[in-house]
């Protein structure tokens, strides 16, 4: 389980296809960094498993199978490109986020960016599958390459951000441009919610 609260960003080094999936080796540098082979770690908000690590060369890697590449942009990321990093939570973690599986539901792309503040805010607007839109409120919560957002508002299937200076500087959201696809994960707790809703109906009928 993870915060979505990005702890630093990585580069990814080396990007190995095969016929099943993607080993990708990703260099990145932790604040008292605890990795060890089988972590989970959240790349963009994917969560995925430690394979190899590099310590001298501050790099870990990982191998993502066909089925997440099919429904996460894990699959369009080049050697050189900057991805969102956070390791799972300890007991002991303060959740200043909110509740962050690593499970992708889809792949949304950004269809509008501004600046305001004199820069200092960036302002995007995110086309969003229609299957997720039931999932997304105003005021409510949303993983976005893994980063925990606030969603300003949802007006049919686009969605309104507004990032700050402290996320724009630790994410790679300071990259993104119209037309960069994101991951997005939705709240649980709305899934929950509508499960709790369905049996509720059939229990009625």
Same mark, same amino acid.
């Given at each position: ?66 089925? /997440?590449?099919?429904? &996460? *942009? ?5 050697? #050189?490109?900057? $991805? %969102? +990093? =956070?390791?799972?939570? !300890? ?75 402290? /996320?724009?500087?630790? &994410? *790679? ?5 119209? #037309?960069?696809? $994101? %991951? +997005? =994960?939705?709240?649980? !707790? ?16």
């Amino acid at each position: 389980m993870f915060t979505g609260l990005i702890e630093t960003t990585g580069k990814i080094l080396e990007k190995q296809t095969t016929a099943e999936g993607t080993n990708f080796t990703i260099q990145a540098s932790f604040l008292n960094s605890d990795l060890k082979l089988g972590d989970s770690i959240s790349i963009n908000g994917v969560c995925q498993t430690i394979t190899q690590l590099k310590p001298n060369l501050e790099s870990f890697s990982v191998y993502s199978s066909y089925k /997440t590449l099919e429904i &996460t *942009n894990l699959s369009y990321l080049q050697i #050189g490109e900057i $991805v %969102n +990093l =956070e390791r799972a939570v !300890l007991p002991s973690t303060r959740m200043g986020g909110h509740i962050v599986q690593g499970h992708v539901d889809d792949v949304g792309t950004i269809v509008f960016k501004t600046s305001r503040d004199e820069g200092k805010v960036e302002v995007f607007e995110v086309e969003v599958p229609l299957h997720l839109t039931p999932y997304i409120v105003e005021r409510g919560s949303i993983a976005v390459d893994g980063i925990s957002l606030t969603v300003v508002s949802i007006v049919n299937n686009k969605m309104q951000l507004v990032l700050i200076p402290e /996320t724009i500087q630790k &994410t *790679n959201s300071k990259f993104w441009t119209v #037309g960069k696809k $994101v %991951n +997005l =994960e939705v709240d649980i !707790l709305a899934r929950y919610i509508e499960k709790q809703l369905q049996n509720f109906k059939l229990s009625v009928l």
